[in-house]
């Protein structure tokens, strides 16, 4: 249609969306074109999941439910279970998520309220920056800086300074790598994603709820606790959920530092391990069908685990709003 | 009242202690470079309405906020000369602000309240001052609600979100919110400009019962409106106050021309 010539001429053909008139031909290719993008996406989403499924059936059929639920993995035997990997996958995040949340809206509430102008967007673009950061180099940077903190100073201070050696959260010998390295890691990878969202959010903040707190004898802090904050909260949510997505299916780093081990412990200074580690590891060594199949159910199990807690966040934030404007 | 010209019945520099008593004195304000506010000497009389009025950029929202030092969280701005509220130096450098934002209330153009309930609106200011009782708090509310006349609207559903409201009922909440307050001064900035002519009256009418207790200051660039609502006139004209008299007279004899435009409709 490059050679048509002057297509605005044609009498329009009757077309089936008035408000986009669509008379000429270039808007048909491109409203085709867009139509066909946009619907590449779910159709791709749809291929990704059943290829998954369809590897993962082997597996699946075999163990049925006690793939979610067993602790032994061993190829050599051919007995798969997962439940250390959805264990630590889910307990990492949260866990991450916990650590960064507060942290992250600290410095969104410094970088929109307190910060002089000047200052603003270099430290904003620094923290963003922690999100360019390769995740293997994320990894390197914790082996051999983060873990030997970690094994000397953090974990000794937890156990023995505050004690919390007798409860079976911070119990057994310090080695490093760790479920607790694995979530501090991830704590730092999701930080610029949640104080990025929020500092967008507080930004937008109107100032008329500003003015509204400050004319009514706030202070500055008083208007950040009561009319910012909570005026922003379901887009500060939104960021954490961004966050916790990451964390959920953050691979390298995690697998350099977790510690790899097929068991679940309460003790955060034990090594775990997570869904996205064990096919990065074991997916290359692979031996015989059935261990591929289950690497590719842990796939699934991820997929799924993304899924729902993405369901539930968002749920969470929908519901927030909805009570905010009830 | 006799004075034709009530900013300058009083000799400048006197401080007297009327509460509610607003008195500016060669007030500039600056927006860095740019001077919205020239010396302005202004009297406000305690327990009465007086109605701001010009055309849009002339400096009456910039004086208001200066009268609660609002403008102080707007970045590179200054100001000299003096203000006065109930006698006290309002940039004095010892002045707690958060006590004079209690003392002098404010109500804006746009609605705002808290997208929390009716109740927590109103009881935010008590609140934050002090650790009132659950009876006090209630009787509080109650009786700023019943001051806006929102009281029987809104006694049934007082947990309910402030945003279910319509937007007149919001304004008044916000009134009701700043009364709660106690304050001796209350900022009006075009409280009325995005309200249909039922909820306009409505505020009127409340303008007029509260002034028994307290100084009102409203911007408005409804002419009708401050005729109807205030006791004083000022006009203001590029930052200057150009005359400030009864509203009566402004609005039948005005002394200077300018104000004859603008009342008439020639300009702005």
Request: charged letters at 10%; one cysteine or more; a positive charge.
């Given at each position: 249609m490059a050679g048509a010539p002057a297509p605005a001429e044609q009498p329009a053909p009757p077309d089936d969306s008035p408000t986009l008139g669509g008379g000429s031909v270039g808007d048909r290719v491109y409203r085709t074109l867009t139509?066909?993008?946009?619907?590449?996406?779910?159709?791709?989403?749809?291929?990704?999941?059943?290829?998954?499924?369809?590897?993962?059936?082997?597996?699946?059929?075999?163990?049925?439910?006690?793939?979610?639920?067993?602790?032994?993995?061993?190829?050599?035997?051919?007995?798969?279970?997962?439940?250390?990997?959805?264990?630590?996958?889910?307990?990492?995040?949260?866990?991450?998520?916990?650590?960064?949340?507060?942290?992250?809206?600290?410095?969104?509430?410094?970088?929109?309220?307190?910060?002089?102008?000047?200052?603003?967007?270099?430290?904003?673009?620094?923290?963003?920056?922690?999100?360019?950061?390769?995740?293997?180099?994320?990894?390197?940077?914790?082996?051999?800086?983060?873990?030997?903190?970690?094994?000397?100073?953090?974990?000794?201070?937890?156990?023995?300074?505050?004690?919390?050696?007798?409860?079976?959260?911070?119990?057994?010998?310090?080695?490093?790598?760790?479920?607790?390295?694995?979530?501090?890691?991830?704590?730092?990878?999701?930080?610029?994603?949640?104080?990025?969202?929020?500092?967008?959010?507080?930004?937008?903040?109107?100032?008329?709820?500003?003015?509204?707190?400050?004319?009514?004898?706030?202070?500055?802090?008083?208007?950040?606790?009561?009319?910012?904050?909570?005026?922003?909260?379901?887009?500060?949510?939104?960021?954490?959920?961004?966050?916790?997505?990451?964390?959920?299916?953050?691979?390298?780093?995690?697998?350099?530092?977790?510690?790899?081990?097929?068991?679940?412990?309460?003790?955060?200074?034990?090594?775990?391990?997570?869904?996205?580690?064990?096919?990065?590891?074991?997916?290359?060594?692979?031996?015989?069908?059935?261990?591929?199949?289950?690497?590719?159910?842990?796939?699934?199990?991820?997929?799924?685990?993304?899924?729902?807690?993405?369901?539930?966040?968002?749920?969470?934030?929908?519901?927030?709003?909805?009570?905010?404007?009830? | 009242m006799t004075a034709t010209r009530p900013d300058r019945a009083t000799p400048t520099g006197e401080a007297r202690e009327v509460p509610g008593l607003v008195e500016s004195r060669g007030f500039n304000f600056w927006y860095g470079p740019k001077q919205a506010l020239k010396e302005i000497s202004l009297t406000i009389r305690p327990r009465s309405v007086t109605a701001l009025i010009g055309p849009s950029g002339c400096g009456k929202s910039t004086f208001l906020r200066s009268l609660n030092r609002l403008n102080d969280i707007i970045p590179e701005t200054r100001h000299t000369g003096s203000i006065r509220v109930g006698g006290e130096d309002i940039y004095a450098p010892r002045v707690d602000v958060v006590n004079l934002r209690q003392r002098v209330g404010m109500v804006f153009q746009r609605w705002n309240p808290f997208p929390r309930s009716i109740f927590d609106n109103v009881a935010y200011g008590p609140r934050l001052n002090g650790r009132p009782s659950r009876a006090d708090l209630d009787a509080i509310v109650e009786s700023a609600l019943r001051r806006t006349a929102l009281w029987d609207e809104v006694k049934d559903r007082l947990r309910q979100s402030a945003l279910s409201l319509s937007g007149g009922q919001q304004q008044r909440l916000c009134i009701a919110r700043a009364l709660a307050n106690r304050p001796e001064v209350l900022l009006l900035d075009e409280p009325c400009s995005a309200l249909d002519p039922i909820a306009t009256q409505k505020i009127e009418e409340l303008l007029f019962q509260l002034k028994s207790e307290l100084t009102i200051v409203i911007v408005t660039h409804n002419l009708q409106q401050a005729a109807r609502v205030s006791d004083e006139t000022a006009f203001f004209f590029l930052g200057e106050v150009i005359e400030h008299d009864v509203t009566a007279r402004i609005f039948t004899s005005p002394k200077v021309g300018r104000t004859e435009d603008y009342i008439t409709g020639r300009f702005g």
């Open positions: 139509t066909a993008f946009a619907v590449a996406i779910p159709v791709l989403l749809a291929f990704i999941t059943f290829e998954v499924v369809a590897a993962a059936w082997p597996a699946l059929r075999r163990f049925g439910f006690g793939f979610l639920t067993s602790s032994a993995w061993d190829p050599q035997r051919e007995l798969f279970g997962a439940a250390p990997m959805i264990y630590g996958t889910v307990v990492s995040s949260v866990l991450a998520l916990i650590l960064a949340a507060p942290l992250a809206l600290g410095v969104a509430i410094f970088l929109s309220e307190f910060c002089p102008r000047w200052l603003r967007q270099p430290l904003s673009f620094l923290v963003d920056l922690l999100a360019a950061i390769p995740s293997v180099v994320y990894g390197l940077w914790g082996m051999f800086f983060l873990l030997p903190i970690l094994r000397e100073k953090v974990m000794p201070f937890l156990a023995t300074t505050l004690g919390l050696a007798r409860t079976p959260f911070f119990s057994g010998p310090a080695y490093g790598n760790s479920m607790l390295a694995a979530a501090v890691i991830l704590a730092i990878m999701i930080l610029p994603y949640i104080s990025a969202v929020s500092r967008e959010v507080l930004m937008a903040v109107p100032r008329s709820q500003r003015e509204a707190a400050l004319a009514m004898g706030a202070t500055r802090w008083e208007m950040i606790r009561d009319a910012v904050v909570p005026y922003a909260r379901t887009g500060i949510l939104g960021g954490v959920i961004l966050g916790l997505g990451r964390a959920l299916g953050e691979t390298m780093a995690v697998t350099m530092l977790i510690g790899n081990r097929h068991e679940i412990s309460p003790s955060l200074f034990a090594p775990g391990y997570t869904l996205a580690s064990v096919i990065a590891n074991e997916f290359a060594e692979a031996t015989n069908e059935l261990h591929t199949s289950a690497l590719m159910a842990c796939g699934a199990v991820l997929l799924v685990v993304t899924l729902v807690v993405n369901g539930i966040a968002r749920w969470l934030v929908w519901s927030v709003a909805r009570e905010q404007k009830a | -």
